[in-house]
């Protein structure tokens, strides 16, 4: 089981927020009333005697029997009014009676609606947060909509249900999130509910017609699964069972579970409370016909479980609320066969028994709800035979949880508050854990509270009222103590004395037995504020840390007494009379001592030249002082300098020395540089006593003695420098020790400075590398440029690292010539093609074989020579003029009759420049083929008998009357066919003519004499396999001068 604690508020708070339609109030027989808290007590209950309001009170109206009633805020006042449904038959009107909120009612008015009006119930049907009333009109097979206006009600809407459905309840509640209420509607005559979907223009639409069991007539809903949907639960009259459906928040609702409603039938009625207290509401059924209400333990899935039976006679009108106040609901149900009802007190797991209070005849209908605004719940009973609504005013003694506030450390009176009208005894139950209640009458109301000393925060008392009958349930007064600041607290020795010029500047824990105030002050800040009546006194004013340092400084060569102020501040204001500050005093007297002597420097650099001899500066230490003016006035003198240090002796030949009136004097070693920190200071007679100090502070300077660069001096190797000729396009040049190593020399005292060589020349564009020494082997380095020559005068500088500062000289010049002397260049051509090709007898041919023809490299000297060209072919016989170039590039040449083949030709080509040195070249050589393409000649034909004679039938004729000659001397080898055409008499033939490669005619003349007499012209030609290619012929002209004759035998 779950702790009540937590579990049982979260079903009452769900039920009254969903099924009520969120308008505050509790409802007639199907109501659940919600609570916040735990059950903590557990009160009886008691009542005022009833008060009848008649059914009929006014005009003549066609109302009696009430059956239904319920309660809500309908013209926005606050005070709950009264809605009445009857059973009269053919009834069509509804009561309605204006609460005055001191538990009575208005008079009547009365709202048309469809006829049969028994079963009313209110909600918030168009979302403007007024109650609507809706009617069950049974016999009418439809529900009636009033609409609260805020002014009153509008004319019903009629909802028609098809016949035989019998609408006889409605809930009202958001089953889709829309923000707007949704209907659902039992009907009791289709064995169906009826979801009708909610606009917020005031319609409602069907959305779904669900099957019940059978003669469905009381529904619930909620949050049954705690899903976060609301679903519904019917009771089913016909088989005692409950048709539970699972919401899916879209207005439409999972297949229906049937679960068994437990022992007992004719379940007539259903309520909503989570009576074992687990978070889960569960659901109670009352069963007139068996006189029995029997709780349905709620599975936690939405499924029920019988767990509980309360038996009572004719039960009618359930309704759930706690009557009592103690925060567990109590049940109060109609004894219908009486004029009575039954009230149950909750506990856990079920209910127990309080007793029976009087109403009229035939309860039938309850509704709860505050009806006088003591916060304790009334009811509303409707006596449906005595056509009477009972109210019952709620006298059950209520102890009233409330608030109060007090300042720290005050007493705060107040009075309990218990239910109003009743003679009540207090009591205080649970004291206060923080401090002390007092009443001053015993049993009284008033209560004197006053906190534990520097409490503040919260705490509670619980008491309880009595009537003398009836203890209530405890109610809590939580108390709020608020905070009132405690003044701060510290101390401090009232005298400090310190020395003048004073420089700790501070002493720990000055300030101490800090507090801010009690224990539950400690977490408040603070700070002091500290003030003097000598403020010339001191550099820095006194103040103070937190945490008690004190901090100042006095002035400089001040002395005297200050008075000073402290005053401590906490943070915890002064809100209700609180204190934030506390003040305390102290002096502080500043005793004289002895200043120290001083002085100043005219500079803190002093720079000279290497071997400047004596040096002697005038006020090189300036602003000589004995002190402050009270020390000057009493006569003090200085003494002499003292050179603390002199980090370099060795630079000095007379070390540096300062005298009484501030003169420097030094006189630096000769041919010595460089640097020393001298430092000094200066004493007076003023003696140290009090901790005074006659010695000034150390001033330091810097000598600087600065070098002057000495020339470095070199030689070069002049047999080398007289060897500098090259020819043109020469290698690289390497010519060792060119530099003399053991003549360079780079000064006195000047050896561990660097040097660089430069070299430098003025034809830069004689060379392909420039010319430079290297430095490791003194060695010089250089290359010509391709095709150059000329002649270019080199300077060779030594630079050392020394510098021409102050004067000094860091480099020296030797220089020599380089001669570079002319070489012919061989000259060039480029080739246009490798390969000539011409066909064969072409004749003669020029081509333009060569461009870019050079004497050599034009950018440079060879430009005005001339070029030639010597040409031979490799197979003359080829040629009948023989290959030859001109100087612009032209080839000539011309084939030989029927030639045909390649030919490789070999072309020197020559300038016309000089070979008066090894290195000249006036020649290049080159190569190419001429490639002469064979084209085939035209074979010949020649027909030596023009006219061959056979007689008629004279057989197979075989004749060599032409022959043909394939061509030119290199074509004898090919092969001839012979062609005929224009055979115009082909009768005259037995075989047709036919002639061989070899020339031979083979014919076969007729047998028949019809073609003696007759002839024929025959078109003859030859062709060779020579092919066609380049142009070549290999068929000879057609000849037509061969006849062929038949004669007689």
Known sequence: MQNPATAHPLASATSLCRVLGKFGLITAALVVVVLAFL??????????????????????????????????????????????????????????????????????????????????????????????????????????YLINTGIGFAPFQAYLAPLGYQPSAIEVADFNSDGTNDLVVVNSGNNSISIYLGRADEIFVLNANLATGPTPTSVVVDDFNKDGRLDIVVGNFGNNTLSVFLGYQDGTFATPMTVSAG??????????????????????????????????????????????????????????????????????????????????????????????????????????????????????????????????????PVARSFNVTVNEDEVLSFQLQGTTGLPLTYTITTPPANGTAFQPTLGGADVDFQGNLNFFGQTYLEYVVDDGSITSAPARVNITVLPVNDPPSFSVDPWLTVPEDWIVGGVNYFAYDISVGPANERGQAYRFLVSNDNPALFAAQPYILVGGKLVFRPAKNAVGLANVEVIMEDTGGVARGGVNRSTNYFTIEV?????????????????????????????????????????????????????????????????????????????????????????????????????????????????????????????LDWTEVSLQTVYEDAPMQVVSNFIVASSIFLGTNETTQGYTIIV??????????????????????????????????????????????????????????????????????????????????????????????????????????????????????????????????????????????????????????????????????????????????????TITQSVVQVPVAAGLIRTNVLFGDPGAFNETNQALTFQIVNNTNRAIFLRQPIIYPNGMLEFAPTNSSAAIGKEVTLGVRVVDNGGTSYGGVNASPYITNLTIRVTAP
């Open 39 to 144: 059950p903590t007590a557990r009160a009886q209950v008691a009542f005022a005697p009833p008060v009848d309001y008649p059914a009929l009170d006014g005009p003549p109206i066609n109302v009696a029997n009430p059956t239904s009633v319920k309660l809500a805020d309908l013209n926005g006042d606050k005070n709950l009014d009264l809605v009445v449904g009857f059973s009269l038959p053919g009834a069509t009107n509804i009561q309605v009676r204006y609460g005055l909120g001191d538990g009575t009612f208005g008079p009547p008015t009365y709202l048309k609606t469809l006829q049969d009006t028994r079963r009313v119930f209110v909600g918030d049907g168009n979302a403007d947060k007024r109650s609507d009333i809706f009617v069950a009109n049974p016999s009418s097979d439809a529900f009636s």
């Open 263 to 396: 022992g007992g039938t004719g379940l007539s009625e259903l309520a909503v409370d989570d009576f074992n207290w687990d978070g889960y509401p569960d659901v109670l059924a009352v069963k007139f016909p068996s006189d029995m209400i029997v709780g349905l333990r709620n599975n936690q899935f939405g499924n029920f479980t019988p767990a509980l039976t309360n038996n009572v006679t004719a039960p009618r009108g359930l309704v759930v609320v706690d009557l009592n106040k103690d925060k567990i609901h109590d049940l109060a149900v109609g004894l219908s066969g009486g004029s009575d009802i039954r009230v149950f007190r909750g506990v856990l797991n079920g209910y127990t028994l309080v007793g029976d209070f009087p109403c009229n005849n035939n309860p039938v209908a309850l509704a709860a709800g505050d009806l006088n605004g003591d916060e304790a719940p009334d009811l509303v009973v409707a006596n449906e035979s005595a056509s009477t609504v009972s109210v019952l005013i709620n006298q059950t």
């Open 591 to 715: 005793v004289g001592v002895n200043d120290p002597p001083t002085f100043n420097l005219s500079t803190n650099q002093v720079v000279v030249l290497e071997n400047a001899g004596d040096v002697v500066i005038p006020n090189f230490a300036t602003d000589l002082s004995v002190g402050p003016p009270d020390e000057v006035a009493d006569g003090q003198i200085l003494n002499d300098f003292e050179v603390t240090r002199n980090t370099n002796p060795g630079l000095f030949a007379v070390p540096p020395q300062l005298d009484s009136t501030g003169t420097l004097t030094f006189t630096p070693e000769p041919f010595v540089n460089g640097y020393a920190y001298i430092s000094v200071r200066v004493s007076d007679d003023g003696g140290t006593a009090g901790g005074g100090k006659d010695t000034s502070v150390i001033k330091t300077f810097l000598i600087r003695v600065l070098s002057v660069n000495q020339p470095p001096v070199f030689e």
């Open 760 to 941: 430098q020349n003025d034809n830069p564009g004689l060379f392909y590398t420039q010319p430079y020494i290297r430095k490791a082997d003194n060695t010089l380095l250089y290359r010509p440029r391709p095709n150059s020559n000329g002649v270019a005068n080199v300077n060779v500088i030594l630079r050392d690292t020394g510098g021409r500062a102050n004067g000094g000289d860091d480099s020296a010049t030797n220089s020599f010539v380089i001669t570079v002397l002319p070489v012919n260049d061989p000259p060039s051509a480029q080739l246009v093609n490798r390969v000539v090709t011409v066909l064969e007898d072409s004749g003669t041919t020029v081509s333009n074989l060569w461009r870019n023809i050079k004497t050599g490299p034009v950018e440079y000297h060879e430009s005005t020579q001339t070029v030639s060209f010597v040409t031979s072919a490799l197979t003359p016989d080829l040629f009948s003029i023989q290959p030859t170039n001109t100087p612009a590039g032209v080839l000539t040449f011309a084939t030989a009759p029927d030639a045909n083949g390649i030919s490789r030709v070999l072309v020197d080509l020559y300038d016309s420049g000089p070979v008066s040195n090894p290195f000249d070249n006036g020649v290049a050589s080159y190569y190419f083929d001429i490639r002469i393409l064979p084209v085939n000649d035209a074979p010949t034909l």
